[in-house]
């Protein structure tokens, strides 16, 4: 899988959101469960009232926020938001919600084909990340479409990236190559 | 397809944890995945969220508590992570209809309505898939008539049944409208201890039909939820869980009656083997 670190300024994110388990109504990966839903709302709105949302920030790329709250781990609920990111918010419609995400330091990762829809959050947080020293806070994880993603119904031929925020690097920790070599 | 194994290791931790503060994050751990993944898979898995089914299986044992102790209401649910009587009463009402103190009162709650713990058998089952999207099906008022007997073991006592209405119904055919076969099982309060009422039965033309041991069973009009099941009888009850469980709940209905009617078309139910598809009628609240 391949990944690079990159840091971002603030991103202000205009798009619709919703809490719960999505998965209460289908599992499958189909547009029928509540993130299918959520996508459909947001994309209807923007095919009807592209004009309303000002500022865009570069065409043809979307957003899926996963943000997991104080009760999430009890109750398996989480936040999931997607939307677009704007340079700045003027005139938004009543329809639309807001996120500000913080200047941060993410760990990207593009995955392809099958990977989209295995357990990639497990192989970063669980292995890759420590691997590399790092920490993520567990908070919130961010998938970026773009062009290369080509529906749900291909994912076979798809490339969607995940943004996993960083906590600062530990201080003891040694760089992903050298991580066996100091375990021997 | 999720691993069937693996869910059922976080079903395990559910029911070694059922009084202990369990979160679904620690049932995702129990299973090796992530949270995200875990609460999708288990869905696809059960078709129930990984909460609603800790919840459900908590608010079962706390029934079968509350019938088989005499302690008090408040010390059961603290014991299964209920943090106040408020809560549990409320989650209680939400799934069986009834507060539980007056289920204590001699109030019923029919063990069809109790969670069982999913088993492999089950997951294998739901994985399969045929019978899991009914469809509604509305029936006339009819009368039927047949033989009835009370249903202790599944097998051995309908197939005896089956076997003496195949008699009665050639003997009498004439008196008999060509049409559907119907089993229809009868959960009536207490059949849990008692065995539950079988009828093997088809329809009369309405005139009175001769055989003294013909039982008279006049149907009113239904709707119901069509469901099939899939093997042998003896795992009717992995078809029945998932439809009281399962699709009831999340379908928002209620059973109108405590019926599972069988519809066999105009065939009488095969008499040696049982590894068959069974047309399964549930009557619903409209």
């Not at chain 1, 960083?166 to 100091?182: E, F």
């Not at chain 2, 079962?60 to 408020?86: C, M």
């Not at chain 2, 507060?99 to 088993?119: A, E, N, V």
């Not at chain 2, 009888?233 to 699709?247: K, N, P, Q, R």
Request: aromatic share 12%; with cysteine.
């Amino acid at each position: 899988m391949e990944s690079k670190i990159v840091e971002t300024q603030q991103m202000i994110l205009v798009g619709l959101g919703f809490y719960g388990d999505p998965f209460r109504l289908s599992a499958g990966w189909t547009e029928e469960n509540e993130i299918g839903r959520l996508w459909n709302r947001f994309m209807a709105f923007l095919s009807q009232h592209h004009d309303r949302i000002k500022h865009f920030k570069g065409e043809r790329v979307a957003y899926e926020l996963q943000i997991y709250h104080e009760d999430t781990p009890r109750t398996g609920e989480f936040e999931v938001f997607v939307g677009v990111e704007v340079e700045e918010l003027e005139d938004l419609p009543i329809e639309m919600s807001v996120k500000i995400l913080p200047p941060a330091t993410y760990a990207v990762f593009a995955l392809e084909g099958e990977q989209i829809g295995s357990d990639w959050y497990l192989m970063i947080a669980a292995e890759w990340l420590p691997q590399a020293g790092y920490e993520s806070d567990h908070k919130y994880s961010i998938q970026r479409y773009d062009e290369r993603f080509k529906g749900v119904e291909n994912l076979a031929e798809s490339v969607v990236e995940v943004y996993m925020p960083l906590s600062p690097r530990l201080p003891n920790s040694r760089n992903h190559g050298s991580l066996k070599n100091s375990e021997a | 397809m999720p691993d069937l194994a693996l869910i059922s290791k976080a079903i395990d931790f559910v029911e070694d944890n059922l009084q202990e503060p369990v979160t679904v994050a620690g049932m995702a751990d129990a299973a090796g995945y992530s949270l995200y993944y875990f609460c999708r898979v288990f869905n696809q898995a059960t078709h129930h969220t990984p909460y609603d089914y800790l919840m459900r299986r908590r608010l079962s044992e706390t029934t079968r508590a509350l019938l088989r102790t005499d302690q008090k209401i408040i010390d059961v649910a603290l014991d299964y992570q209920f943090n106040s009587p408020e809560t549990y009463s409320r989650a209680f009402k939400r799934m069986f209809d009834i507060q539980p103190s007056q289920m204590r009162k001699g109030g019923y709650i029919d063990s069809h309505r109790l969670m069982p713990r999913l088993t492999l058998a089950h997951l294998e089952y739901i994985s399969q898939g045929q019978y899991l999207k009914p469809v509604l099906v509305e029936s006339e008022p009819c009368q039927l008539a047949g033989l009835m007997t009370l249903v202790r073991d599944d097998e051995r006592d309908r197939l005896q049944l089956w076997q003496l209405f195949a008699e009665e119904l050639a003997r009498l055919q004439e008196q008999f409208k060509p049409g559907p076969i119907y089993g229809v099982a009868n959960y009536a309060e207490g059949w849990e201890s008692s065995g539950y009422q079988y009828l093997a039965a088809a329809e009369t033309g309405g005139q009175t039909i001769s055989g003294t041991a013909l039982v008279l069973k006049p149907m009113p009009r239904l709707t119901c939820a069509r469901f099939f099941h899939k093997g042998p009888i003896a795992d009717l009850s992995l078809t029945l869980d998932y439809i009281y469980h399962t699709w009831l709940p999340k379908a928002g209905v209620s059973a109108s009656h405590p019926w599972v009617i069988e519809h066999y078309g105009h065939d009488l139910p095969p008499a040696s083997d049982w590894q068959s598809t069974i047309e399964i009628r549930i009557p619903l609240i409209t």
